[in-house]
């Protein structure tokens, strides 16, 4: 069998920082998903500024910092922010609106022209790494 030749896009892909991916991921979107995956993100980076990026599962933006802070995956109707352990956080705020269900993740349904609170968002990026560097210790 005969192995399928890999395209320059697909080789510079691989070589791409997870930081480069995300800005592509913004730029490819090009509308308000990537404005919205923008600014969360650079919430997120202001929130913890170790914080590290990464990309998972053939695509997705993650952060983390001793473990997953939360994903950033973008849908046709939303930019959904899913918190690893947000089930274990405090959300005074109520941010959280989607992934209630469960034990253990939550999430943040972001739909077009919804703003987002970013200083509960920063808190809760930073009760999540509290919560990942005391798990480690």
């Known amino acids: 069998m005969k192995k399928a030749a890999t395209t320059k896009k697909e080789t510079e892909l691989r070589q791409a920082s997870p930081s480069d991916l995300i800005d592509a991921r913004i730029t490819e979107l090009g509308d308000w998903r990537g404005e919205t995956l ?3 993100r650079a ?3 202001q929130a913890d500024p170790e914080v590290e990026e990464t990309w998972k599962w ?3 933006p993650v952060w983390e910092h001793a473990g997953i ?3 950033g995956e973008t849908y046709k109707a939303v930019v959904k922010l899913t918190f690893a352990r947000g089930a274990s956080l405090d959300d005074p705020a ?5 992934s209630l269900e469960g034990n253990t993740r939550r999430a ?5 022209g ?7 968002l ?3 990026v930073q009760a999540a790494v509290a919560l990942n560097t005391a798990r480690r210790s």
């Open 108 to 112: 943040i349904d972001i739909r077009e």
């Open 94 to 98: 109520g941010l959280f609106n989607a």
């Open 43 to 45: 919430a997120i980076r």
């Open 69 to 71: 802070i939360c994903t």
């Open 38 to 40: 923008a600014r969360v």
């Open 58 to 60: 053939r695509g997705v």
């Open 122 to 124: 920063k808190a809760l």
């Open 114 to 120: 919804e703003a987002i609170d970013e200083a509960a």
